[in-house]
């Protein structure tokens, strides 16, 4: 079992930057691929980016390449999300999930992740 906590999340300009955490509880996150999803009403759940279980590997939305950094202290139990040059069409709730059955590929499929956080809003103005 994985608790995850999300924080870091604000109102922001566009052009501007954000850096999101989410610390878990457990020795087992080490262990588990991690990944970054946002949600805006009326909307699924869409993947933003996944990092392998050592962050050897990391795997990003076409929306956010270039821009958005993942990655993980495994001695902190702890994920992050950098967010660079935001676009008022990255606000959204931003949660990090885990995935306990996979340890290097990230799918961007919210269905395979088993853990989520309670999500942190990232608002950005025009």
């Known amino acids: 079992q994985v608790q995850l906590a999300e924080s870091g999340g604000r109102l922001v300009q566009t052009g501007g930057s954000l850096r999101l955490s989410c610390v878990a509880s457990?020795?087992?996150?080490?262990?588990?691929?991690m990944a970054w999803f946002r949600q805006t009403p009326g909307k699924e759940r869409d993947f933003v980016a996944g990092?392998?279980?050592?962050?050897?590997?990391?795997y990003y939305a076409d929306s956010v390449k270039g821009r958005f950094t993942i990655s993980r202290d495994n001695d902190k139990n702890t994920l992050y999300l950098q967010m660079n040059s935001l676009k008022p069409e990255d606000t959204a709730v931003y949660y990090c999930a885990a995935d306990p059955t996979h340890t290097v590929i990230a799918t961007e499929f919210h269905w395979e992740y088993d853990y989520w956080g309670q999500g942190t809003q990232v608002t950005v103005s025009s």
């Open positions: 457990g020795r087992a996150f080490r262990n588990y691929v």
């Open positions: 990092i392998s279980w050592n962050g050897d590997k990391t």
